[in-house]
């Protein structure tokens, strides 16, 4: 019985992110053809102690803010991993950015293996908190295009559809700018 209370539990908690997202997607779909701000450049170290530039990226950029004892982060992570592998290859890179209040490398390394994260973890900072409109709710997801501008700012829990729709409408419009021909799908 207790099995089932806790499984019940998590189900409600599960189905209100999901609803919470979708009103929350279509405020997004609405607001982020006008949420054009050129992105906060930032030089932030990973647990290695290597150093990430965000001007150096020159494509999409996915930041998702994060911590390690956020239950929807854990909920989330997964999708961004699988999301990393099927859209590297289109120039799209995700970068964590870990919103921790004691930084703990053992922890965070331990995280990053048990969730296989492939992408970059960056140690976040109050500063980049500041820059980027004082993140207040995690996990927060900002997508970047190409010339710099965030298009998408997400406050919340992404599912996997809604993240990869965004992802896609911001190829679409990268690669309308770079003048590349789509062939219309067949309707077979």
Partial sequence: MYKFKIFLIWTVIIISINCICKRDI???????????????????????????????FTNIVILNFFAT??????????????????YKKKGVRIIGILLEKKYDPE????????????????IGTSEVISDYNDVRA???????????FIVVKHPGYMDKKNLKELIERTIR??????GKQFKKKSSN
């Avoid at 932030?44 to 530039?53: A, P, S």
């Avoid at 929807?72 to 699988?82: D, G, R, Y």
């Fill in 173 to 178: 419009r990268r690669d309308i700018r770079k």
């Fill in 138 to 148: 995690i996990p927060t997801t900002v997508i970047i295009n190409e010339k710099g």
């Fill in 69 to 86: 004892w956020c239950p929807p982060c854990k909920i989330e992570l997964p999708h961004l991993v699988e999301l990393s592998k099927e």
């Fill in 107 to 122: 922890k965070i390394n331990k995280f990053i293996k048990d969730y296989k994260i492939n992408y970059p973890v960056l």
């Fill in 26 to 56: 279509q405020a997004v779909k609405k607001s982020s053809d006008i949420y054009q701000k050129k992105a906060p450049d930032f030089s932030l170290f990973d647990i290695n102690k290597k150093v990430y530039r965000l001007s150096k």
